[in-house]
T-cell receptor, first 115, second 115 residues
Framework: AQSVAQPEDQVNVAEGNPLTVKCTYS??????LFWYVQYPNRGLQFLLK??????LVKGSYGFEAEFNKSQTSFHLKKPSALVSDSALYFC?????????????FGGGTRLMVKP | EAGVAQSPRYKIIEKRQSVAFWCNPI?????LYWYQQILGQGPKLLIQ????????DSQLPKDRFSAERLKGVDSTLKIQPAKLEDSAVYLC?????????????FGAGTRLSVL
């Protein structure tokens, strides 16, 4: 069975500084990896995904993620954080059920960007 | 393009009562998912439909939870009778079987409080 670990419950960063939100995964076969963001009282919004190709994936709102196969990691990054980036971030890995498209989510990391 | 619609946004019930949630996916999306998100945790898949057929309900507590998608479009998730531990946000998501098929799009969710 697949699994995702987000080792930090919360990440604090000052506005303008780079940010990293960590994610490690476990899955059989080639991983399909995703990052979603959740703002208060909102559903999850898709940020980016890794399927194949370049290890550095670019997504929405200036976010990017680096896939590292040897370390089974998929860390989310942004060169310069904004206060508006403060939200809950979820990493997910695609597993396989009868339809081949189920997501297993990590526990989430709360990002706090301070002015 | 309209997003995934869910109603109601909030529901408060007493234990042993029944409750139903409704979801209308993005137009044309064949796959529909119901997730349970307990406070402080990542979403957990309850059931997945492709068109009007169930493809995965392995994590659905079938003694009290039921779901249907009779015409392959909108869906209803029901809990009867509710328990205190059912307090959570219930998220509906949908995805296409072609194009961006690996991306799930989420609704805003229904927050259930069981007293």
């Amino acid at each position: 069975a697949q699994s995702v670990a987000q080792p930090e419950d919360q990440v604090n960063v000052a506005e303008g500084n780079p940010l990293t939100v960590k994610c490690t995964y476990s899955v059989s076969g080639n991983p399909y990896l995703f990052w979603y963001v959740q703002y208060p009282n909102r559903g999850l919004q898709f940020l980016l995904k890794y399927i194949t190709g370049d290890n550095l994936v670019k997504g929405s709102y200036g976010f990017e993620a680096e896939f590292n196969k040897s370390q089974t990691s998929f860390h989310l990054k942004k060169p310069s954080a904004l206060v508006s980036d403060s939200a809950l971030y979820f990493c997910a890995v695609r597993g396989y059920n009868n339809a081949g498209n189920m997501l297993t989510f990590g526990g989430g990391t709360r990002l706090m960007v301070k002015p | 393009e309209a997003g995934v619609a869910q109603s109601p946004r909030y529901k408060i019930i007493e234990k042993r009562q029944s409750v139903a949630f409704w979801c209308n996916p993005i137009s044309g999306h064949a796959t529909l998912y119901w997730y349970q998100q307990i406070l402080g945790q990542g979403p957990k898949l309850l059931i997945q439909f492709q068109n009007n057929g169930v493809v995965d309900d392995s994590q659905l507590p079938k003694d009290r939870f039921s779901a249907e998608r009779l015409k392959g479009v909108d869906s209803t998730l029901k809990i009867q009778p509710a328990k205190l531990e059912d307090s959570a946000v219930y998220l509906c998501a949908s995805s296409s079987i072609q194009g961006t098929k690996n991306i799930q799009y989420f609704g805003a969710g229904t927050r259930l409080s069981v007293l």
